[in-house]
Antibody, heavy 120, light 116 residues
Framework: QVQLVESGGGVVQPGGSLRLSCAASGFTFSTSGIHWVRQAPGKGLEWVTFIQYDARYKYYADSVKGRFIISRDNSKNTLFLQMNSLRAEDTGVYFC?????????????WGQGTLVTVSS | QPILTQPPSASASLGASVTLTCTLSSGFSHYKVDWYQQRPGKGPRFVMRVGTGGIVGSKGNGIPDRFSVLGSGLNRYLTIKNIQEEDESDYHCGADHGSGNNFVWVFGGGTKLTVL
């Protein structure tokens, strides 16, 4: 069955960096676009970024543009999110979600998330 | 880009029906919207996509027949019939928006459904 397992979360000081990973299994990773979506404590969902199946196209929310970088390794079925210049408002649970070939397809499967806390 | 508005809370008795609403901002009445269910402490789960003509494509894995959708004007509805305890969740609506080289997903604030 489809599985997405996030890791790499933790506590980091403002201005610091963190790298999240998302290990995928149960589907053809190399033909799927993947999203990162986050959720601040007690709040709704906020889309963060997307990477096309071949990494040719990447899109970012304005709130993270220039600070976060999405990448993938199709040989290892793994997605990454490099987060730099972290701010308190980046705190939340980060989910990876499987999309389709096109950006506009639904986020069909989600992981359980990894918690990022930005605090001094 | 569209703004999606959801009431923060809803409630229904066990076995009853409830309709959740997601309202698109003006000018986006042709947009399709996805519904996602999020149980406490879990990642979201895709329910189904809805446009003005009703469901678009297939339901998500394991979504029971009790769940249905409708679309009218700026509103996208998710109806749950014969509500069960396991339906108590947060329900989020989301939509993609893109033009040129700029593509984003937007989500509503979510509706917390309480089963009485």
């Amino acid at each position: 069955q489809v599985q997405l397992v996030e890791s790499g979360g933790g506590v980091v000081q403002p201005g610091g960096s963190l790298r999240l990973s998302c290990a995928a299994s149960g589907f053809t990773f190399s033909t799927s676009g993947i999203h990162w979506v986050r959720q601040a404590p007690g709040k709704g969902l906020e889309w963060v970024t997307f990477i096309q199946y071949d990494a040719r196209y990447k899109y970012y929310a304005d709130s993270v543009k220039g600070r976060f970088i999405i990448s993938r390794d199709n040989s290892k079925n793994t997605l990454f999110l490099q987060m730099n210049s972290l701010r308190a408002e980046d705190t939340g649970v980060y989910f990876c979600a499987k999309g389709g070939v096109r950006f506009g397809e639904a986020l069909f499967f989600w992981g359980q998330g990894t918690l990022v806390t930005v605090s001094s | 880009q569209p703004i999606l508005t959801q009431p923060p809370s809803a409630s229904a008795s066990l076995g009853a029906s409830v309709t959740l609403t997601c309202t698109l901002s003006s000018g986006f009445s042709h947009y399709k919207v996805d519904w996602y269910q999020q149980r406490p402490g879990k990642g979201p789960r895709f329910v189904m996509r809805v446009g003005t003509g009703g469901i678009v494509g297939s339901k998500g894995n394991g979504i029971p027949d009790r769940f249905s959708v409708l679309g009218s004007g700026l509103n996208r509805y998710l109806t749950i019939k014969n509500i069960q305890e396991e339906d108590e969740s947060d329900y989020h609506c989301g939509a993609d928006h893109g033009s040129g080289n700029n593509f984003v997903w937007v989500f509503g604030g979510g509706t917390k459904l309480t089963v009485l």
